[in-house]
């Protein structure tokens, strides 16, 4: 007997070692694709599901009973759990009838689906202890009667507020209360944030996008989308409609707001004041006897201060203006990002390529 499980275990980490090198048979599954025609019994699965207090779970496990109306999955011989159809958020299913192969092909395919670990929660949710410093955060909030948003790094928090800083606004903190928030989004990378956004405009039917379509035209053409099927976007531009194919697609991207140049602007800014500085301490250099101290005195009182000024107006100026900021999304990606739950929303776990 002990023989027997020694290689059994050997046998699933020799599996799992080659697993990158397999080819996977695995079904993704979310909302209302998930019922009794699609489940088959025996399958091994991963269930993403609300429980009754509405918190996502995940189960792993085969399929032992499929229901009308629900599920059960076993993990063991004695454990088993039963899921409502109408909980299920995804399953990711495999197609093989061998143990230690279905377990690879589900593992392999949440590996290659590369899921954000995006945190979403409402203002009954908010845990503090899943806000971590130097994570990212957005934040959909309600101050002095106005909706609001903020995106940016968290730099502090506590058992009251939440403090985050924008990038390109690095003088400036937000400083937010729990209690004013509508919606707060947590993930650990900027990317997972910016896929989240992404999805929650495309859900929301208010994506501003811009697409690159070589056989219509060479630039890019900017709109809204307002339909998409598995083979088609439809764009909304100006009063006219487009209808384009996924496949005729080089570029998409998704604008997720605006952002201050102040980077930018203090860069130039400091460029500009860098060249006064050159052009003057050269003058010095080439200076005689007669003229270097007239040379000295215009670097001092004249070169280093129209440097600062020139870096102090860049940045002012970069401050004031504003320009879009576009995502990079991968078309074929939509396939998962437009599927809906069974709360008729989507799923922010989804693959993106920036």
Known sequence: MKKLAVIFVTAAF?????AP????????????????????????????YRDHNGQEKTERGWIDVVGDTSFTIRSGHWTKKTIAYDKVLSVIMSEESAILKQMSDVNQLIRDMELPEVVIMS???IDASKITKGWYAHIAYTSDKKKKNATGKITDRDSDRIVIQKREEFWKNWKIAYNEMDTLAVAKHQRDIEGWMVMRLLQEGNAKVRVRVPSIKKKWM???????????????????????????????????????????????????????????????????????????????????????????TGTIIGAMDKSDKWVKVSPQSLNL??????????????TFNF
């Open 14 to 18: 020799l599996i799992n070692a080659m």
């Open 222 to 312: 900017v709109g809204k989308v307002v339909k998409m099927t598995q083979d088609t976007l439809v764009i909304l531009r100006g009063r006219s409609f487009y209808q384009v194919s996924r496949s005729s697609i080089s570029n998409l991207e998704v604008n997720i707001g605006q952002y201050r140049n102040t980077e930018k602007g203090a860069a130039i800014g400091l460029g500009i004041g860098v060249g006064i500085l050159a052009l003057s301490a050269w003058d010095v250099h080439k200076a005689d006897d007669e003229s270097r101290a007239w040379a000295e005195f215009v670097f001092i009182l004249v070169a280093v201060p129209a440097a600062v000024l020139t870096t102090l």
């Open 123 to 125: 203002r009954e949710q």
């Open 21 to 48: 090198t397999l080819a996977y048979a695995a079904t993704y599954l979310q909302g209302t694709e998930v019922n009794a025609n699609t489940l088959i019994r025996d399958a091994y699965v991963q269930v993403t």
């Open 337 to 350: 990002s437009l599927a809906p739950t069974s709360g008729k929303e989507l799923r922010a776990a989804l």
